[in-house]
């Protein structure tokens, strides 16, 4: 089965930049997804296509994706923008969710 | 406005069946796939399969053949998640999502993304 991983924490400072991965093999060949969970809440798609930012969704959130690795990007991250974030992407007609990254804002 | 909504939180016990809805409006319910997302307690998601209503196609996910079965009526454009006898591991917040995609793509399950996602379903199994 294809597996994208995702480190479990990651801790930035406001107005810094966040920096969330997503490896998995050739998965710049697909395309990936990110979502945004509050506690308590629905995900929320954040990212689509790798790049594209759906409406209403601040321009402070940016994606990439090359060789094995999708990012997503967060510049002067917020307190607002605390939350779990998930990567997602397809494998043989299959759908495939990343373990999830808690960004922490302090 | 593009909206999932989902039916109310349930308590049931082990053994017991159960089906949850899923209910789409502000667009054509029956030319999108709606797939269904399995959150345990603190944990992450996991696709359990996927519905299309125009013609009920249905594929899961290999973790979750045979553990459930999702089914649809276009005639009231609400998709279904469904348990013949629960388990204490069933415990878990359910959510249904359109999969959404672009242009080609769209022809082949092979691509999109998941967008907008219902409020979620906690389904509790417990004796």
């Known amino acids: 089965s294809y597996d994208l991983t995702q480190p479990p924490s990651v801790s930035v400072s406001p107005g810094q930049t966040a920096t969330i991965t997503c490896s998995g093999d050739?998965?710049?060949?697909?395309?990936a997804s990110w979502y945004q969970q509050k506690p308590g809440q629905s995900p929320v798609l954040v990212i689509s296509?790798?790049?594209k930012r759906p409406s209403g969704i601040p321009e402070r959130f940016s994606g990439s994706n090359s060789g094995n690795t999708a990012t997503l990007t967060i510049s002067g991250t917020q307190a607002m923008d605390e939350a779990d974030y998930y990567c997602?992407?397809?494998?043989?007609?299959?759908?495939?969710f990343g373990g999830g990254t808690k960004l922490t804002v302090l | 406005e593009v909206q999932l909504v989902q039916s109310g939180a349930e308590v049931k016990k082990p053994g017991e069946s159960l089906k949850i809805s899923c209910k789409g409006s502000?667009?054509?319910?029956?030319?999108?796939?709606i797939g269904w997302v399995r959150q345990m307690p603190g944990k992450g998601l996991e696709w359990m399969g996927f519905?299309?209503?125009?013609?009920?196609?249905?594929r899961y996910s290999p973790s979750f053949q045979g553990q459930v079965t999702i089914s649809a009526d276009k005639s009231i454009n609400t998709a279904y998640l469904q348990w013949s006898s629960l388990k204490a591991s069933d415990t878990a917040i359910y959510y249904c999502?359109?999969?959404?995609?672009?242009?080609?793509?769209?022809?082949?399950?092979?691509?999109?993304?998941?967008?907008?996602w219902g409020q979620g379903t906690q389904v509790t199994v417990s004796s």
């Open positions: 997602q992407a397809w494998d043989s007609g299959t759908v495939v």
């Open positions: 050739k998965l710049g060949d697909k395309y």
């Open positions: 519905i299309y209503p125009g013609d009920s196609d249905t």
């Open positions: 999502a359109r999969r959404d995609c672009s242009g080609g793509s769209c022809y082949v399950l092979t691509s999109g993304w998941f967008d907008p």
């Open positions: 296509q790798d790049t």
């Open positions: 502000g667009y054509r319910f029956t030319t999108y796939w």
